[in-house]
């Protein structure tokens, strides 16, 4: 099933073709192939005007989440969502929910774009529309990041995994503008990091010093606004992996995800405050990836 999913999204010059429906399509199937374990569910529309759907595994009271592909040009992000769903809907976390988001930037996925269009020539980055303590610019220009982060409030999410490429690491906050990146929770975080990155090897490290900083990210905002154990995982080493480095990226990745949310304290942070200062000369010294 997965294996069709991984070959529609190179060509036999490894250039993506990247398919919306196609994923939908291989979600409808996991759910059919799993119809006691999993649930269909829908974010409601994008900007794009298309639905935003997923997947929910299990039926215990610890809630977690899985999102792949905030960037569209991501879509080995998009292959681990799946890789993730299909083994947990196999064989579910005792005890958990399991949200999956395979695609949040729809149209960028389509196209294979790091950004999100919103209409007209505008266009957003959604891995910086996220309110946070150091953001001096309006949030939640993207339906997208707003139907998930009330998504995320609704149902109680107490551990989030976000998916990125290509830096393998697994990163915890800070990540945005500030010299003050450590938090209170940094021991329990640093933990699951290392829980998380048992297959994969990857470097683990706080997200601004071992990456760069970035305003308005998702794992920054889930933690801050919400006390959730939110780690993102920058994995593999190129946006455009192969079919072969899609499947291993998979093999390495969903292991470490699925031990994370069982290793996650059970309920949120309780104290998760910046109490900071944030210096946005820093942001002039980074680079996106």
């Given amino acids: 099933m997965l294996e069709l999913l991984f070959s529609l999204f190179v060509s036999p010059s490894n250039a993506p073709v990247t398919n919306y429906a196609t994923v939908i399509q291989t979600l409808q199937q996991i759910q059919q192939a799993n119809p006691t374990t999993t649930q269909l569910i829908d974010l409601g529309p994008s900007d794009s005007g298309q639905n ?28 681990v969502a799946m890789g993730a769903a299909d083994a ?58 707003k139907a998930l982060a009330d998504f995320i409030d609704q149902k109680n999410i107490i551990s989030s995994a976000t998916l990125h490429t290509h830096w393998p690491a697994v990163l915890y906050p800070w990540g945005f503008s500030t010299r003050d990146v450590m938090t209170k929770d940094d021991s329990t975080f640093i933990q699951l990091s290392k829980d998380a990155a048992v297959e994969s090897g990857y470097d683990v490290g706080n997200s601004k010093d071992m990456l760069y900083a970035a305003d308005g990210a998702f794992e920054d905002y889930a933690y801050w606004k919400h006390g959730i154990w939110s780690l993102l995982f920058e994995m593999g080493t190129t946006h455009n992996p192969s079919e072969t480095q899609m499947a291993q990226m998979v093999s390495v990745n969903v292991p470490g995800i699925r031990r994370f949310f ?6 949120r942070a309780k104290d998760h405050a910046f109490t900071g200062k944030c210096d946005r000369s ?8």
């Fill in 52 to 79: 935003i759907v997923g997947i929910k595994i299990g039926d215990g009271e610890r809630a977690n989440l899985i999102v792949g592909t905030h960037h569209g040009n991501e879509y080995g992000s998009t292959a």
């Fill in 88 to 145: 947990f809907a196999k064989n579910p976390i005792k005890g958990h929910t399991v949200y999956i988001i395979p695609v949040l930037n729809i149209p960028g996925f389509n196209s294979r774009s790091r950004y999100e269009r919103i209409g007209g020539m505008n266009s957003v980055d959604q891995n910086r529309d996220y309110p946070g303590p150091c953001i001096t610019s309006k949030p939640f220009k993207s339906k997208a990041t």
């Fill in 262 to 267: 069982e290793n996650a304290p059970k309920e």
């Fill in 282 to 289: 820093i942001m002039q010294r980074t680079h996106l990836e």
